[in-house]
């Protein structure tokens, strides 16, 4: 039996028709979309014994990580306890008013701790999650972010003008 540690999975959508699909690696070799019957091969350089790890779907190199948290809940929570805080404080309960920001912030604090970490690739934004502890990215840096954006951008244009001239 396989070590269950050992499998990376990962989250993606089609490069085609943007269908959400899921791998893990070691596993299958290519992943075919149930939408438009698109064939993605993955990457077999990711599948936990590199220490260079690349996106198992685009082989990208550029990965970023951040907290696999949903950002809405987070945002969410920050904005809940920002409006207690000031209702609290309007009804001159001072007190009340620190221990909602105090207890926001050390909830925050033991969410941060306990929340993995996920990788993302830049340029197709698959989820690797379960990666090996050597894998280690830097986060995330919007001027490769825009870099990666310009050329999606720089790509569609030239997919547009090839349908609108053959």
Known sequence: MKDRLAFVKIRFACAI???PGRLEIP??????????????HV????DGTSENQNCAICGNAELYKKKDFPHWLGMS???????????????RHQWWTWVILIGSAAFDGVLFLLVGDVT?????GAHHRELPAGADHAPFELSIAERYRQER??????QANKKATG
Request: hydrophobic share 35%; aromatic share 10%; glycine share 4%.
């Open 77 to 91: 929570i920050l904005v809940g306890a920002c409006l207690a805080s000031v209702v609290t404080y309007w009804l």
């Open 153 to 158: 951008i720089r790509r569609e244009q030239l």
């Open 17 to 19: 028709c943007d269908y």
């Open 120 to 124: 993302v690739c830049y340029r197709c």
């Open 43 to 46: 990457s077999r350089e990711s």
């Open 27 to 40: 596993g299958a070799a290519e992943w075919q979309c149930p939408s438009c019957d698109h064939v993605s």
